[in-house]
């Protein structure tokens, strides 16, 4: 069984996000970049399907500029087996995403695509049903928990009720949840590995789909900086403020 990853280039999670006033989109320059969290899970999960014997091949493809290489090699210093990198340095929206990796997964004929359920530089959360929709797979988002056997796919996944277990024929997408796996730590022996693994570029304009933005950015703003708390003497104080001040109470 052949497995495609697809992982997005993103600012570190550790890094507190600015805004450029003069392009008004987040800055940046000089900030440090990575493999998005979710995508990160869904490596973890690829490979230790892999290491159950339940894998042969594991893929990874990424999207964007030539500096995503470097999200490629970390992903292959999991474990990976090879990379792709659709070399562009257009913003692309995530319908725009889900075609290109329909491109791809039609010359690679994977049986399973493993995805983060969103990238948190935008927390679109589309690709993968819209990537579901395009190829015509079954699909099992929010993915906490994942077995694969006999050509299906058990998947549970948290709904608002509680938990839900889906029974999916493969080929399938499934997008994962952070409680799916905690993702390993990559190995400076693995790091070195990976270099020298298959890492193929191919320019996105050589597969023939349109790029263009159906959408336009207005604006990109910080959320409100919080005021600072304050102590009252008594409990009457306190709810005098949350009767009044705060109207939380009646």
């Not at 507190?16 to 899970?41: Q, Y």
């Not at 995805?115 to 099992?140: F, P």
């Amino acid at each position: 069984m052949k497995i495609l990853v697809p992982v997005k280039r993103v600012v570190d999670y550790n890094v507190k996000i600015r805004v450029d006033k003069e392009t008004n989109a987040v800055d940046l320059n000089n900030v440090k970049m990575s493999i998005n969290p979710f995508d990160e899970i869904a490596v973890e999960e690829a490979i230790r399907m892999k290491e159950g014997g339940k894998c042969d091949e594991i893929v990874v493809v990424s999207l964007g500029p030539e500096q995503s290489k470097e999200t490629i090699r970390n992903a292959l210093a999991m474990g990976a087996d090879r990379g792709i990198l659709v070399k562009t340095d257009e913003l692309v929206e995530p319908l725009n995403v889900a075609k290109i990796i329909k491109a791809v997964s039609e010359e690679e004929n994977p049986d399973l695509i493993i995805l983060g359920k969103q990238a948190i530089d935008d927390d679109s959360n589309q690709t993968g049903q819209m990537l579901a929709a395009l190829l015509g797979w079954s699909q099992g988002t929010f993915a906490s928990e994942l077995k694969i056997s006999d050509g299906k796919a058990n998947v549970v996944r948290e709904i608002d009720g509680g938990l839900q277990t889906l029974e999916i024929t493969l080929p399938s997408i499934i997008t994962t949840d952070l409680r799916l796996n905690e993702p390993r730590y990559a190995s400076l022996p693995n790091i070195m590995k990976a270099k020298k693994k298959e890492l193929n570029v191919i320019p996105a304009a050589d597969l023939g789909i349109d790029l263009g933005s159906r959408t336009e950015l207005l604006s990109v703003e910080l959320p409100p900086s919080r005021e600072a708390g304050i102590m009252v003497e008594t409990v009457d104080d306190l709810v005098d403020k949350l009767k009044n001040e705060a109207k939380v109470i009646q």
